[in-house]
């Protein structure tokens, strides 16, 4: 699972993925790590109670990759080499996080000569939009070509179908995302990754004295925007990259200064995970507490396999604890005796902090 941190030059892309490997980066995973992209660990309260409760010698949360890209100009379309190569990278992730620039800051000029949230978010979609035009139209073009010499003509003419679907939707200047999804267009949105209907997450760079107005800012946005697959998130870099170099203590004080709850990049980063379709569910021990990834809807044996493919393959039961029921009686002996703790089979359908054990052969 892939995000790529995307937006118009100098919207704090960098800044951001910096304060992130510097608080969130999974140590675990350094020697994956590369210039720019990095393993980010997802923050869980959920792990940390469970973590004071067996007090394990190792935690491990669930983690994501995050990629740190170069700024996208206005009008990207028209160069066409650059562009290929870079949309290429882009479409290999995921989902996208967009950093859009509201910092007001003199010295750093902005690209379009003034801060508008919207504007740019705008911007960034409709490059995405023209870049999937361009390619549905070479493809129409091509598949022109086969329906005159193709064997199987039934093949073609259901992706010139599809592809006009999709290019009715992109010339109203609507991105994918908004696409009324059927059965046909599964296959072809998994092999090509067209960028507008990728899960995006607007993440709004905002300055130091926006703090306050932070919700009525996101709210206005969330009003003006479609809604379909998309996350809006607020989040200061300046201030937390200052916060990622503090002590636990300072840190308290300088939120608290700033009226915040919870890190704004801890719940950009769940945010990002949720938009993803994922979950966790834990292990739990005095070894070690552990977050695993699974996408939402899947089924035991299924989850059993992410933890190691012997569990998967020699599956037998699962017994299984919802996250509240334990929390409620904090020890597995109470759990069974109350019953809490069930002997589930391969079909049950985790449920979100799911505490398991496998039973395997
Ligand atoms: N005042 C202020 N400056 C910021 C903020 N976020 C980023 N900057 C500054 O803006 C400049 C650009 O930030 P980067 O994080 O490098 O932006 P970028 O999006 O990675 O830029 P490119 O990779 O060149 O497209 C840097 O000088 C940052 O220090 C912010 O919230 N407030
Ligand atoms: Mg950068």
């Known amino acids: ?21 510097q608080i969130h980066l999974d140590m675990h995973a350094l020697q994956k790590r590369d210039a720019n992209q990095a393993i980010v660990k997802v923050p869980d309260t959920r792990l940390d109670l469970l973590s004071e409760i067996f007090q ?8 994501i990759d995050i990629v740190d890209m170069v700024g996208i100009q206005r009008g990207e379309r028209a160069s066409q080499s650059f562009t290929s190569h870079f949309l290429t990278k882009v479409r290999t992730n995921d989902a996208l996080i967009h950093v859009v620039r509201g910092f007001e800051d003199e010295t750093i000029p902005h690209v379009d000569g003034s801060i508008n949230l919207f504007r740019d978010i705008r911007t960034l979609e409709e490059e995405f939009i023209f870049a999937d035009m361009a390619f549905v139209e070479s493809r129409l073009e091509k598949l022109d070509k086969e ?39 599964i296959k072809y949105l998994k092999n090509y990754q067209p960028l507008s209907a990728k899960p ?21 946005i969330k009003a003006k925007i479609k809604a379909k697959n998309i996350r809006v998130e607020p989040f200061f870099a300046k201030i937390e990259l200052e916060l990622s170099q503090l002590s636990d203590e300072e840190k ?8 915040l709850k919870e890190s704004p990049l801890s719940r950009l980063i769940k945010a990002a995970y949720e938009l993803l379709g994922l979950q966790s569910f834990f292990t739990v021990g005095e070894d070690e507490c552990r977050a695993w990834t699974i996408r939402v ?24 604890i919802g996250y509240n ?5 904090p020890t597995l002996s109470k759990c069974r005796e109350k ?23």
């Open 56 to 63: 394990p010698k190792k935690k491990v949360n669930a983690t």
């Open 325 to 329: 029921d334990f929390i409620a009686n």
């Open 200 to 220: 995006l997450l607007l993440a709004l760079n905002l300055g130091e004295s926006d703090t306050s107005r932070a919700e009525v800012i996101v709210n206005e």
């Open 147 to 185: 329906l005159l010499k193709s064997k199987n003509k039934d093949e073609t003419k259901k992706e010139i179908e599809v592809m006009q679907r999709w290019n009715e939707t992109l010339q109203a200047e609507l991105p994918l995302r908004e696409l009324e999804v059927l059965a046909d267009d």
């Open 297 to 320: 809807g899947m089924n035991a044996q299924e989850s059993s396999g992410v933890i190691h493919t012997d569990f998967y393959n020699k599956f037998i039961r699962a017994e299984v």
């Open 252 to 259: 308290e004080m300088f939120m608290e200064e700033y009226g």
């Open 1 to 21: 699972m892939q995000i790529g941190i995307v937006g118009l030059p100098y919207s704090g892309k960098t800044t951001l993925f910096q304060t992130l490997t």
């Open 339 to 361: 019953g809490l703790l069930r002997l589930e089979g391969r079909d049950y359908i985790l449920h979100n902090g799911d505490i398991i054990n496998v039973r395997h052969g």
